[in-house]
């Protein structure tokens, strides 16, 4: 455990047209322990394929990030932005579960997409999409068939801290962990930066999720944004914005925390190149943070 990993998303983009065959060769350029394997919308019909190719790589790869998209077939509704103006639907039950039934069938390719892969945890955004968590209680409740798909196969599908637009993520988070007795989350420092929320986690009401392992894996990131800066999204490498680290990592190993890290910063410039000094930096700092609290 405690392996730092980098994000697939950080060296392939739309700038390298997500070419996952580069991932074989930027991979020399990195100095972190593995990947977090990113599944993006525009691979799914090849995912297999894909996979299978990137295994081929020999490349240590134990945790996925499934379809970003795939907490918006949980909600049961619609939303969208239509000439400035705010529109929803809400579903028919029918609707929902047709709705439902795509998004597990997308869910099961990603599953497939990990198990070729040798993947062991798959991180979900359970909300997103402009519909977020405005209708968690369904979300919360399709979960469990997605979280039972993966236990079968032995993956641990964790939760994210995915940013929202109508509670917050702790309080999400703490929602999801009163249903689910055993379901894990994934921390992110810049979505929690975004609410304000990145040393909260160690606060009544939500420190039981650290006091009860329930942060089983971390994404190290910066935000230099204000709250809920919806115009400034942009992930920052460590120390470039005002993510409080030294707080974070000093408290989050003084609970035990003995799981990975993933870095998430995109470094690829416009023309395509990729800036590994700035990512080996991060894993850079993220080992000295573990030298000095990690046990």
């Not at 455990?1 to 980098?6: G, Q, V, W």
């Not at 998209?69 to 909600?75: A, D, F, V």
């Not at 929803?88 to 929902?96: D, K, N, V, W």
């Given at each position: 455990?405690?392996?730092?990993?980098?994000?697939?998303?950080?060296?392939?983009?739309?700038?390298?047209?997500n070419n996952?065959?580069?991932?074989?060769?930027?991979a020399?350029?990195?100095?972190?322990?593995?990947?977090?394997?990113?599944?993006?919308?525009?691979?799914v019909s090849?995912?297999?394929?894909?996979?299978?190719?990137?295994k081929s790589?020999?490349l240590?790869?134990p945790?996925?990030?499934a379809?970003k998209?795939?907490?918006?077939?949980?909600?049961g509704?619609t939303?969208?932005?239509?000439d400035g103006?705010?529109?929803?639907?809400?579903?028919?039950?029918?609707?929902?579960q047709e709705?439902?039934?795509?998004?597990t069938e997308l869910?099961?390719?990603?599953?497939?997409?990990?198990s070729?892969?040798?993947?062991r945890k798959?991180?979900?955004h359970?909300?997103?999409?402009?519909?977020s968590?405005?209708?968690l209680?369904n979300?919360?409740?399709?979960?469990?068939?997605?979280?039972d798909?993966a236990?079968?196969e032995?993956?641990?599908?964790?939760v994210?801290?995915?940013?929202?637009?109508q509670?917050?993520?702790?309080?999400?988070?703490n929602?999801?962990?009163?249903?689910?007795?055993?379901?894990?989350?994934?921390?992110?420092?810049?979505?929690?930066e975004f609410?304000?929320q990145t040393?909260?986690?160690?606060?009544?009401?939500y420190?039981?999720l650290?006091?009860?392992?329930?942060i089983?894996?971390?994404?190290?990131n910066?935000?230099?944004?204000?709250?809920?800066?919806?115009?400034?999204?942009?992930i920052?490498?460590?120390?470039?914005?005002?993510?409080?680290?030294?707080?974070f990592?000093?408290?989050?190993f003084?609970f035990?925390?003995?799981g990975?890290?993933?870095v998430?910063?995109?470094?690829?410039a416009?023309d395509g190149?990729?800036?590994?000094?700035?990512l080996?930096?991060?894993?850079?700092?993220i080992?000295?943070y573990m030298?000095?609290?990690?046990?």
């Open positions: 455990m405690k392996k730092i990993l980098c994000s697939s998303g950080a060296v392939l983009g739309r700038y390298n047209n996952y065959r580069l991932l074989k060769e930027f020399e350029n990195l100095s972190c322990d593995g990947f977090e394997f990113m599944i993006d919308r525009n691979m090849e995912i297999e394929e894909i996979a299978e190719t990137v790589y020999g240590y790869i945790v996925i990030h379809n998209n795939l907490g918006e077939y949980l909600c509704m939303a969208s932005f239509d103006a705010y529109k929803e639907y809400i579903m028919t039950l029918s609707e929902e709705l439902f039934e795509k998004g869910f099961k390719l990603n599953l497939k997409a990990a070729i892969l040798g993947a798959i991180v979900l359970m909300w997103n999409g402009i519909a968590d405005k209708r209680e979300n919360i409740m399709r979960f469990g068939v997605w979280k798909l236990a079968k032995g993956m641990d599908l964790l994210e801290n995915v940013i929202c637009n509670n917050d993520p702790l309080t999400n988070m929602s999801v962990a009163d249903a689910y007795s055993d379901v894990g989350f994934v921390y992110d420092t810049k979505m929690a609410h304000a040393l909260k986690l160690f606060d009544e009401p420190v039981k650290v006091k009860e392992g329930r089983r894996h971390l994404h190290i910066d935000y230099g944004g204000g709250f809920k800066d919806w115009s400034n999204m942009k920052l490498p460590m120390g470039a914005g005002h993510v409080d680290f030294d707080t990592f000093r408290k989050i003084e035990g925390y003995d990975d890290f993933t998430e910063t995109n470094v690829i416009e190149t990729v800036n590994f000094d700035t080996n930096g991060c894993f850079d700092k080992k000295e030298k000095k609290y990690g046990k």
